[in-house]
């Protein structure tokens, strides 16, 4: 019962993506032929023929009505720049966007719990003021300015890592550890921005649990201050935190738009931004469906999971 | 769990002995050196349908692959033989007979005949409208290959751009009978006839091209030319420096400067091939000449647009947003676009002349009310001016503001209407502004520039599309574009090019503002023998010149051979701290084992 209207709400948003999408793009000011036929020699009657091939002299609601009968059948359409099927231009680009974004969601889910645990034991120590205080500044720092910075140091000045693209453009490039070497720098940049937010509730959770009668008792059984602490506070700790990890599960395929654009990383933002450019209203589309198709999809698989994860209104 | 432990530890002893010859492809470009130049470039070639194809990318790397009848010579944008060594035109100039020359292959080896040529021109006749290249071939009637070498073409009427079709000539045994043909990518590695051949593609990423064994001219020097794709130029100015790209091209004048002092890299300000105009919305209308948009009444004077001209100074936009890097504008072709440019007699030249600006606005009745702001005869309202222009391109916000400025002080308020750049086209096309910064870049034939501004390009329909710049409609100036289109002889269409330029600034409807300067660097350390067009002082990054780079003999590579070891001590790092945590828990749960 509970899955059957998890997945009608679910349903419901999707739909409701479905229209806002097709009404944001279609009410976006901009004329796609004009823009794609800009400096080629082509005539006035030749604009109209085309926008009439591209369907764009139709109706709104019969455009809505194309786009959907397509979409049912699993159409995304094509790119009106690049006269290529949307979904073989989205396949393609995923792949590395979910590679920079889950690999830098782990590294700062894993550096945020670590730094924001240690913060927490030991609330107002210096640990705490200088771990929170960073968490804070590298939050606030503009993403591609702190991108840029890195690229810089590490890139330019030190030489240690590959400033842009995803492989080495030399034949044979590619391999793993190329890919994993390029990965470096735009997966730092996008977890140093990323993790504080970890970090800060994982801290006031764990500074919350300190002083609860089962650490005391733990304690008083003597066992050792890193046990207390990872086996019995942090676990303790931990619902909040996951249910943040759970909901910005959703935003790993948009969340890299900026970072993709500092380190030339070959993924979905770029894509989106050079339609947005266009514009090309296929790929946009495309690209909306994805991006808030992940999110509400996310959002409805973290409550199911949180719901499972969290005993505390259940019947046990 | 011990044997776990170690175990991991094992594996990450040899992950980080296997890593260092895996990352050899981080050096390989060190290794294979000046042989690959490196191009950044900032946008994908999105569609490389030799049909279709019409991004710059795209543009550059069909020319480096295919051959096309006839190309431009470097030097002076003169017609240079290509697959054409020879031509001939009848009597009634209606007939071409082109002499095709011998022993062209193409890259799978079959020989290159007239029939390809034929194939292809016969294909782009019947393409649908959104195959924009056809509008080459409007005025062929048939094109025949007789023989092997020899082609014909016959047109409906006479054609001067007979040997400007800017189309590539594909092989029509790889083409012909495709369902798919103005639509299909080509395959790769392509089959081509140019100096290159196009071996693999990664979009957002880069295009790789090959020397082609097989082309007919010399062996290009650069054995692969690399188009790699930047998001940001400051980001390809950063891999400049770590030596991982050869030349970048479109630079601002910050990033071009910042360069000044690095003794590897040559700077090239080539002499601008593009202009930037500010449009006056002269009262845009429809080809019924049913009125359009909602322009400014004031502005469908032409005495006002000249005043608005006056009081602009051009050379201030030079040094104040260009940094210097441009040269002033006036008629509508950059003078650098010889023999078709044309530009004003001195005594002609509409100069910065503020004082100028409000004599012609006052003896128009234009009289000035509170807050020195003009008021248009007949009306009570105090004037202002909606400047439209896109902030996607960082130079024209900045023109704006001086703008804004300048006519402000003629007693002209101007409202700014920034936009994105598909926002900009739709007001462009609707004539919805009064004022609008646009830009265009220069083919070396000038005829679709002169086309936009016909009376036949302006929109058939209210809100239709418009190939029109600025709703300009003069039926002089269309007989003189008109009879240029169909003059053979070079030297009277450049007079008659000039006559209906000339015209076009007298309407005062485009100012051209300024021929910005293309600001181009390159490994000068790595790779010489860049080409420029037109003539010195043009471009260098382009078509025409890396088939002619050739590498620096003995160039040191050393610089980034540290790459790997900096690679593998980062590695070493980190499986250090692997192991160091694995160690620390160890110990800190050694009670419980115990």
Redesign the interface.
């Known amino acids: 019962m509970r899955a059957a209207r998890v997945a009608g709400t679910l349903l419901a948003r999707l739909t409701g993506v479905l229209f806002l999408g097709f009404a944001l793009f279609h009410l976006?000011?901009?004329?796609?032929?004009?823009?794609?036929?800009?400096?080629?020699?082509?005539?006035?009657?030749?604009?109209?023929?085309?926008?009439a091939?591209?369907g764009l002299d139709l109706p709104l609601w019969k455009q809505f009505t194309s786009y959907v009968t397509a979409l049912a059948h699993g159409d995304l359409g094509t790119?009106l720049?690049?006269?290529?099927p949307v979904a073989d231009?989205l396949a393609?680009?995923i792949g590395?966007t979910l590679l920079l974004t889950v690999s830098a969601t782990v590294l700062s889910v894993t550096v945020g719990i670590a730094t924001g645990v240690a913060a927490g034991w030991r609330p107002r120590g210096i640990g705490d003021r200088v771990g929170t205080g960073a968490a804070i500044v590298l939050w606030s720092a503009p993403t591609f300015w702190l991108g840029?910075l890195l690229?810089?140091i590490l890139?330019?000045a030190?030489?240690?890592?590959?400033?842009?693209?995803?492989?080495?453009?030399?034949?044979?490039?590619?391999?793993?550890?190329?890919v994993a070497?390029h990965l470096?720098l735009p997966c730092i940049t996008l977890a140093a921005v990323q993790y504080a937010q970890y970090h800060l509730l994982i801290r006031s959770a764990v500074a919350a649990e300190r002083h609860a009668v089962y650490v005391t008792l733990a304690r008083a059984k003597g066992l050792?201050d890193?046990?207390v602490r990872w086996r019995h506070a942090v676990p303790n700790a931990m619902a909040p935190t996951l249910s943040l990890v759970l909901t910005n599960l959703g935003f790993v395929v948009s969340g890299a738009v900026t970072v993709?654009?500092?380190?030339?990383w070959?993924?979905l933002g770029?894509?989106t931004f050079?339609a947005?450019?266009?514009?090309d209203p296929p790929v946009l589309h495309g690209t909306f469906l994805l991006l808030c198709g992940s999110v509400v999809t996310a959002d409805a698989i973290a409550d199911v999971v949180l719901r499972r994860f969290d005993r505390r209104g259940g019947t046990t | 769990m011990r044997q776990v432990r170690r175990a991991i530890c094992s594996l990450l002893v040899l992950g980080l002995s296997a890593a260092t010859p895996l990352l050899a492809p981080l050096t390989a470009h060190a290794e294979t050196g000046g042989s690959t130049l490196t191009v950044g470039i900032s946008a994908d070639a999105e569609d490389l349908n030799p049909f279709k194809a019409n991004t710059v990318v795209a543009s550059q790397i069909l020319r480096l692959t295919y051959d096309y009848l006839t190309d431009y010579e470097p030097a002076d944008n003169s017609t240079l033989r290509t697959l054409a060594t020879n031509w001939t035109s009848s009597p009634d100039k209606l007939t071409w007979t082109f002499t095709l020359r011998h022993g062209v292959t193409w890259s799978d080896g079959k020989p290159l005949t007239a029939k390809d040529i034929a194939f292809t021109y016969r294909a782009l006749k019947s393409a649908p409208a959104d195959v924009t290249n056809r509008t080459l071939v409007k005025t062929f009637v048939s094109v025949d290959a007789p023989a092997d070498g020899t082609l014909v073409i016959r047109t409906s009427k006479p054609t001067a751009t007979m040997l400007a079709i800017d189309a590539p000539i594909l092989p029509e045994h790889v083409w012909a009978g495709r369902t798919d043909m103005y639509t299909a990518q080509p395959a790769v590695p392509s089959v081509s006839s140019g100096p290159y051949v196009l071996t693999e593609r990664k979009e957002g990423e880069f295009y790789r091209l090959r020397a082609n064994p097989h082309y007919w001219g010399p062996a290009p020097k650069v054995t692969e030319i690399l188009l790699r794709r930047f998001k940001s130029v400051d980001t390809a100015v950063a891999a400049m420096k770590r030596g991982e790209v050869d030349a970048i091209g479109n630079l601002n004048s910050v990033q071009f400067d910042a360069l000044k002092d690095d003794p590897s890299i040559a700077r090239v300000r080539a002499s601008g091939l593009r202009f930037h105009e500010l449009l006056l919305n002269p009262g845009a209308r429809l080809a019924n000449a049913a009125p359009e948009g909602n322009g400014n009444p004031a502005l469908r004077d032409k005495r006002v647009r000249v005043a608005i001209d006056y009081a602009i100074d051009r050379q201030k936009l030079i040094d104040g947003v260009l940094g210097g890097y441009g040269e002033p504008g006036a008629g509508y072709l950059p003078a650098k676009l010889t023999p078709w440019s044309w530009q004003p007699a001195p005594a002609d030249l509409r100069g910065y002349d503020p004082a100028k600006a409000r004599q012609i606005l006052d003896s128009l009745g234009y009289r000035t009310g509170p807050g020195n702001v003009r008021i248009m005869p007949g009306s009570r309202k105090p004037m202002t001016l909606r400047l439209a222009y896109t902030a996607d391109h960082p130079v024209f916000p900045r023109y704006a503001t001086y703008i804004k400025q300048w006519l402000g002080d003629i007693g002209l308020p101007v409202q700014l209407v920034p936009a994105s750049g598909s926002q900009l086209g739709a007001l462009q096309y609707r004539g919805e502004y009064d004022l609008l910064l646009s830009g265009w870049g220069v083919d070396p034939d000038p005829d679709y520039l002169l086309s936009i501004q016909i009376c036949s390009a302006l929109p058939l329909t209210k809100g239709g599309p418009t190939s029109s710049d600025a709703f300009h409609c003069d039926p002089r100036y269309d007989a003189l574009y008109n009879q240029q289109a169909t003059e053979l002889d070079p030297a009277k269409r450049a007079d008659l090019v000039h006559q209906a330029i000339s015209r076009l600034y007298g309407d005062a409807i485009p100012l051209v503002l300024t021929n910005p300067a293309t600001l181009e660097v390159y490994r000068k350390d790595k790779f010489t023998g860049f080409v420029s067009r037109p003539g010195p002082g043009g471009s260098v990054l382009g078509y025409w010149s890396y088939p002619h780079v050739r590498p620096v003999a003995a160039v040191t590579q050393a610089e980034s051979s540290h790459t790997p070891l900096y690679a593998s001590g980062a590695a070493a790092l980190v499986a250090l701290a692997v192991a160091g945590g694995l160690f620390y828990r160890r110990r800190s749960t050694r009670h419980l084992r115990e």
């Not at chain 1, 030489?159 to 391999?175: C, Q």
């Not at chain 1, 993709?260 to 030339?264: H, I, P, W």
């Open positions: 976006l000011p901009g004329d796609p032929v004009s823009a794609l036929t800009r400096g080629r020699p082509v005539t006035t009657e030749d604009l109209a023929t085309i926008r091939g591209f790119s720049a690049a006269h290529r231009m393609e680009r590395p840029m690229m810089a890139g330019v030190a030489g240690l890592f590959p400033i842009a693209g995803m492989r080495s453009t030399e034949s044979g490039g590619g391999g793993v550890l190329d070497h470096v050792p890193a046990l993709e654009a500092v380190f030339s070959p993924g770029d894509l050079e947005l450019r266009g514009p």
